[in-house]
């Protein structure tokens, strides 16, 4: 069955103070890792695709990074406005062809001023 | 990235009564759609697979005559809620997607069951 597991569960930084949150998963055939950016009542944002291991993608101060065993969203010099839960999940083919999302737990982040 | 429109965004509504949710992708053509339910401080518990124009695939432990899912278009799928209950009081999320790529998620619905 396929597993995602997210790591720390939550996590609390200092602004400025980096660090990176883990998805650790076990699909096969893997089509797609995404990670996602959820604010207290509403729905998850999009934030990126991974597709192969050694793929790294950008986007301000997240950088997300893949291996074939797990991702990384590193934040680097956070604020408190990346203060947020974040979701990873993954793809993979299911019974019948067809390709169902499998989501973490998630990461609570807070970021102190 | 693209676009799903959820309405309402909050819904009160007494106990017994029906409920309607929609959901759209306003820019892209959605073959799949999602539907999640989420607890407070919980992640994502996905209730039901719709494709356009075929019956829903509902989770297992999922109702399928209380959640009626209808995917009648590329663009609009619909959940209700019917005869609702205080205990169907959750955040409910759809989500959208174009054959295996990455998913889109709405704004969510507040359904409170007085």
């Known amino acids: 069955e396929d597993q995602v597991t997210q790591s720390p569960e939550a996590l609390r930084l200092q602004e400025g103070e980096s660090s990176s949150l883990n998805c650790s998963y076990t699909v096969s055939g893997l089509r797609g890792l995404f990670w996602y950016r959820q604010d207290p009542g509403k729905g998850p944002e999009f934030l990126f695709t991974?597709?192969?291991a050694g793929e790294e993608k950008e986007k301000e101060r997240l950088k997300a990074t893949l291996t074939k065993k797990e991702s990384f969203l590193h934040i680097t010099a956070p604020k408190p406005e990346d203060s947020a839960t974040y979701l990873c999940?993954?793809?993979?083919?299911?019974?019948?062809?067809?390709?169902?999302?499998?989501f973490g737990r998630g990461t609570s982040l807070i970021v102190h001023p | 990235g693209a676009v799903v429109s959820q309405h309402p965004s909050r819904v009160i509504c007494k106990s017994g009564t029906s409920v309607k949710i929609e959901c759209r992708s306003l820019?892209?053509?959605?073959?799949?759609m999602f539907w999640y339910r989420q607890f407070p401080k919980k992640s994502l518990m996905l209730m039901a697979t719709s494709n356009e124009g075929s019956k829903a695939t509902y989770e297992q432990g999922v109702e399928k005559d209380k959640f009626l899912i209808n995917h009648a278009s590329l663009t609009l799928s619909t959940l209700t809620v019917t005869s609702a209950h205080p205990e169907d009081s959750s955040f409910y999320i759809c989500s959208a997607r174009t054959l295996w790529i990455e998913a889109f998620f709405g704004q969510g619905t507040r359904l409170t069951v007085v």
């Open positions: 820019d892209f053509q959605a073959t799949t």
């Open positions: 991974l597709y192969s």
């Open positions: 999940a993954v793809q993979a083919p299911a019974a019948g062809g067809s390709y169902i999302p499998t």
